[in-house]
Structures are given as C-alpha cells and as structure tokens.
C-alpha cells in the first residue's frame, strides 16, 4: 500500500481536509493562501495581475514550499529521487502559474477556458515543440494529482446526494460499461484480435481508462504492445472529447445534470473528463451539479468496475493465454484480485465526503461555503498539475503509431459508448439528472 499512489492521494487528501478544517477553526490564514490562485481575476491588463502578485506575493512564495513538504513523503515511498522531484516540481509550479494567469484573463474567460483545459492545452504545447528534461520527469506525476484531486473533490461532495442520486449513477454506469466492453470486445475478436487485446480496448473504453487498460492487460497476460496501444488510443480519444463533448452537450441543449452525467459516461479518463465538465460547467452556468453529476456517473458509478472486469478477464484468461504470455500466478486467480484492482481513492472520496458531511452537519450554508472555497482551490490546484503533466507527457508521434483495424475497433466502440451515455443521461435517467443541484 505504501508504494502505491492510491494509498499517498487519499493520505493527502484527508490530511488536506483537517489541515483546512483547523485553520478554519483557528481564523488562521494558510489554508487560503494555500489554495489561492489567479483563475477567477478577469483581468484585462498586466498591472492587474501585477498588483495580484504584488499583494499576494507572500502566498505564492507559500504554496511551492507547502506542496513540497506535503508531496515529500510520498515521493521517499514511491522510490523516487526526492532532489530531482523538488526541482521538477518547482517548474511545474511555475507553469501552473502561468495557466492560472491564462485562465484568468478576462478573453480566455469568455471562451470558458477552464484552468484544467488551458493547463492541458499548455502541457501540450510545451511537450510536443520542446524536449522535456530529465529533471522535470520525476515531478509529472499524473496518477498522484489526479488521485489527490479526486479525494478533495469528495470533500467538497455532500454525502446525501451520494445516497440520493448514487443507486441511479451505478445503475447507468453499469449499463453503459457492459454495453461498450461488450461491443468492443465483439467487434474485437471479429477483426482478428487476440482474447488479451479485445479485452485491454474494451476495458479502456468502458470503464476508466488507461488504469482500466493497464489492469485488463495484466489480469489477461496481454502483451506490452497491446497495451500501449490501448493506452495511445485511450490518451488521444479523451484529449478530443474534452473539447468535443462540452460543445456537444451546450449544443443538444442539455441541462447541467443531464450534461454532467453524459460527459461521466462517455469520456474515457477521470482527468479529461473533469476538464470537460468544469468546461461544460462553465458554459452553462451551473459547475456545481455538472461537476457533481460527473463525479457520480464516472468516479463513484464506473471507476469501481477496474476491479470487477479484472476478476472477470483473470478467470477467462486461463482459456485464452496469448503467445508467449507470462503465466497468472495464484494470487491473480484469487478473488481478492479486486480489492487489489480497485481504485483506492475511490474510497478515499467516500471517506473525504462522510467526513466533510459529519463536520459541516451543523453549519449555515454561508459557513459551509467559507470553509470548502480554500479545498475548491487545492483541488484546483491538483487538477491543473495534473493537466500540467499529461500535455507535458504526451506525444503526437506515438498516440498515431496504432494498426487501423485496432483504431476501427476502438473507434467504433468508443461512438456506441457516446450514443449510449446520451441515451441513458437524457431518455432513461434524464428526470433524474435534470432534478440534481
């Protein structure tokens, strides 16, 4: 558990929440100056922003000091080079910086540019037009921030509306991840791919993208080529949809609910898709219940199906070995293989949200909003690092360097999944959706 980012994310998450909630307690000023950032300025000219930085220069020598001591022991756990992180990490902060100052400029305001969208748009920039030194690699730690952002989400995520809208979320997520693995899975085998690829594609798409991909490929032996395809296909499909699906949504004229619940059903990764959501959310009007009509449909209804679909591929990989496949050992034919592949910062969002809901069950609405602004701004921060890493991690070259038959498959497989969300955010669950605040 230690070596495992999972673990680290919820560790941070909860020790964030009661570091916010004593400070809280205590009128101490930190957990503001912690979570400040420049997102919602609108300025129109430089000597704004200059006046910010000038007014708030002792919080932002603050955060790179208060991130580093908060992401340290992670880093000594996960075997990483602590000096080389420390230095990566503080270009990272810079550039997050400058995507929190793009995102507030009064222009990029009017185009709904989100600060997870301008960090992804940067990233991608910067990756694909300059080499990214050694040193900095160490720092892009995606599957931390994006964990970390998850589990603070739930902070901010009461629990009544887990219990009240949570049996409608797994009820889609279901439906909708059994049809598109299914299908794609179908059309895999059809075209001629192996039992371990049709399965790696169909679990990327279905469910949760390239950890889905990763673990579907280790339950069934899958080979590392077909794998990383997945995971290219998987990269590009949710880099398109955080743009395409937010216009989609605008366009169709959904409402909040219904656009949260579609973008939580249809997108293939947690981190496109909240970027797609606080895009949609933005447009509309309304981010609360997008943000929460997604958190319900794709974190608490599809990510819990990694752990599901690993047992099942694990038990039909004994009639399908792939050539030249590593044998399953015994603890992989086990049934415990899904507490194993089931994300941990899943429950550390459950936890964040009881204990939250358990803390604030006394507070006004004006208190309640007081205390959750500084977690709304860690969380801020967590995603747009980790918007930050993915642009800076990936490569146009290698995302395109895919067979097309696998491309068609997956192509396929990925529209009936959009279809199906549609179906199931507007027509079948759309009352519901429509209902959600």
């Not at 969208?117 to 940067?122: C, E, I, N, S, Y």
């Not at 199931?424 to 669950?429: G, N, W």
Request: net charge positive; hydrophobic share 60%.
């Amino acid at each position: 558990m230690l070596k495992t980012e999972d673990f680290w994310a919820t560790v941070i998450g909860l020790l964030a929440l009661f570091g916010v909630w004593m400070a809280w307690q205590t009128g101490s000023p930190l957990a503001q100056m912690v979570g400040l950032n420049t997102a919602g300025l609108h300025w129109q000219s430089f000597a704004t922003l200059f006046t910010f930085f000038t007014h708030k220069w002792d919080a932002v020598l603050l955060q790179p000091i208060a991130f580093s001591l908060i992401l340290a022991i992670p880093v000594i756990f996960l075997s990483l080079d602590l000096e080389r992180f420390l230095i990566g990490f503080v270009a990272l902060f810079l550039l997050a910086l400058v995507t929190f100052a793009i995102a507030g400029w009064a222009g990029a305001a009017r185009f709904e540019l989100e600060p997870p969208v301008v960090a992804l748009l940067l990233g991608l920039a910067i990756g694909n037009t300059v080499t990214i030194p050694d040193w900095m690699k160490p720092a892009l730690r995606v599957e931390l921030y994006l964990k970390t952002g998850i589990v603070l989400l739930g902070a901010t995520f009461p629990i009544s509306l887990l219990l009240s809208a949570g049996s409608t979320a797994l009820m889609q997520a279901a439906i909708g991840t059994i049809i598109t693995v299914g299908v794609i899975y179908g059309l895999g085998r059809w075209q001629g791919l192996s039992h371990g690829q049709a399965a790696v594609l169909g679990t990327g798409a279905g469910v949760c993208g390239v950890s889905a991909a990763m673990a579907a490929g280790s339950a069934v032996g899958a080979r590392r080529q077909e794998i990383y395809q997945a995971i290219s296909l998987v990269i590009l499909f949710s880099l398109a949809w955080v743009i395409v699906l937010p216009q989609l949504a605008m366009s169709l004229g959904l409402s909040p609910g219904q656009g949260g619940a579609w973008i939580g059903t249809s997108e293939l990764a947690d981190a496109a898709g909240m970027a797609a959501a606080s895009s949609f959310g933005a447009m509309v009007g309304h981010a609360g219940a997008v943000i929460k009509a997604f958190t319900l449909t794709k974190v608490i209804g599809r990510d819990v199906w990694i752990g599901l679909w690993a047992i099942f591929w694990t038990f039909t990989a004994t009639q399908h070995r792939a050539p030249g496949a590593q044998p399953l050992s015994s603890e992989q034919a086990a049934a415990h293989v899904w507490w194993r592949r089931v994300p941990k910062f899943v429950i550390g969002f459950l936890l964040a949200a009881g204990v939250m809901s358990f803390l604030t069950l006394q507070l006004t609405p004006v208190l309640r909003h007081h205390l959750l602004v500084p977690l709304v701004g860690l969380r801020t921060w967590a995603f747009t690092l980790c918007f930050l890493a993915i642009g800076l991690n990936t490569h146009f070259r290698q995302l395109l360097a895919v067979e097309r038959r696998v491309v068609l498959v997956f192509s396929v497989g990925v529209m009936v999944n959009l279809v199906v969300g549609y179906v199931l955010s507007v027509m079948v669950f759309g009352g519901q959706w429509t209902a959600l605040h």
